[in-house]
């Protein structure tokens, strides 16, 4: 099993958002990153790392045909929603940009890592109260578990940088 660091952040934001998840989808010919369910909404999610790296690779990504037809591969299998969103979920550091306006202007939305570590230890944080010895729930994962630290840590007023 190959760990993708990027996809297991994505996924822990979506479930702390309260969708159910499911990684590395059979969708026709291609797999999608992540597909998740929350009421009468779904998200069809891709990750990149790198977006605008592999520039044959993410031309078609950022186009609303890549994601139709991903979704086309998809509802053979699953039973979606009438409201569906496409997303990439990108590593703000390393990627370009102009991939991401052009994401966009396709009606694509783009959540960047930045974005996803943000909202996840704010939302850690409202779980934690230190004076009434209030922990929050269990953070499974290593990544969640890291976040929860990192939102104990701005609890406690030794964290600024977000």
Same mark, same amino acid.
């Given at each position: ?39 009468? &909404? ?7 790392s790198n977006l605008g790296c @592999?520039?044959?690779? =993410? %031309?078609?990504?950022?186009? !609303? ?43 694509? &939305? ?11 230890? @704010?939302?850690?944080? =409202? %779980?934690?109260?230190?004076? !009434? ?30």
């Amino acid at each position: 099993v190959e760990y993708e660091p990027l996809e297991t952040l994505a996924r822990i934001y979506l479930e702390k958002e309260g969708y159910l998840i499911l990684t590395n989808v059979p969708a026709g010919r291609k797999e999608l990153d992540i597909l998740a369910m929350r009421g009468d &909404e779904a998200i069809l999610g891709e990750c990149r790392s790198n977006l605008g790296c @592999d520039k044959r690779k =993410d %031309e078609k990504l950022v186009t !609303r045909r890549y994601f139709e037809d991903l979704r086309s591969g998809i509802e053979g299998r699953y039973s979606l929603p009438s409201r569906v969103r496409y997303v990439i979920f990108y590593r703000e550091a390393t990627s370009s940009g102009e991939y991401v306006k052009r994401a966009n202007d396709e009606k694509i &939305e783009t959540v960047s890592t930045y974005d996803m570590i943000k909202r996840i230890i @704010d939302r850690w944080e =409202d %779980e934690i109260d230190l004076k !009434r010895r209030i922990w929050g729930g269990r953070a499974i994962e290593p990544i969640d578990w890291v976040l929860k630290e990192l939102a104990f840590l701005k609890e406690q007023g030794k964290l600024h940088i977000i």
